[in-house]
């Protein structure tokens, strides 16, 4: 079935970037097939969406990530990227890659496939 792999994170300073990485593997057909998402969670909440490439392409972004983050794909390494800019102490989270091989728009979806999380730490 489906895999996938983050890396990327690591710890930063406040106003710093990162650049995450989600690697695709296990399906045929090509990334851009997909619609996929960053979310990101901490210990005691709910994960939360950080960012989303909809089935026709497009970006959606969280408030939280809006104007400083970023998503990506690119198709010839499989992979999805999480650019991130002018990081917060509040970004501090694992996060995670998040896939479907199906329509996916602005509203709600189920993500059948999940990475393992990469640890993103910013301190001030």
């Known amino acids: 079935q489906v895999q996938l792999v983050e890396s990327g994170g690591g710890s930063v300073q406040s106003g710093g970037s990162l650049r995450l990485s989600c690697e695709v593997s296990g399906y045929r057909i090509s990334l851009s097939t997909y619609c996929m998402a960053w979310y990101r969670q901490v210990p005691g909440k709910e994960r939360e969406e950080v960012a989303r490439i909809t089935t026709d392409g497009l970006t959606i972004y969280g408030a939280s990530a809006k104007g400083r983050f970023t998503i990506s794909q690119d198709n010839a390494n499989n992979s999805m990227l999480l650019q991130m800019d002018s990081l917060k102490s509040e970004d501090t989270a694992t996060y995670f890659c998040?896939?479907?091989?199906?329509?996916?728009?602005?509203?709600?979806?189920?993500?059948?496939?999940w990475g393992q999380g990469t640890q993103v730490t910013v301190t001030s």
């Open positions: 998040a896939a479907r091989v199906a329509i996916c728009g602005y509203s709600k979806v189920s993500w059948p496939y």
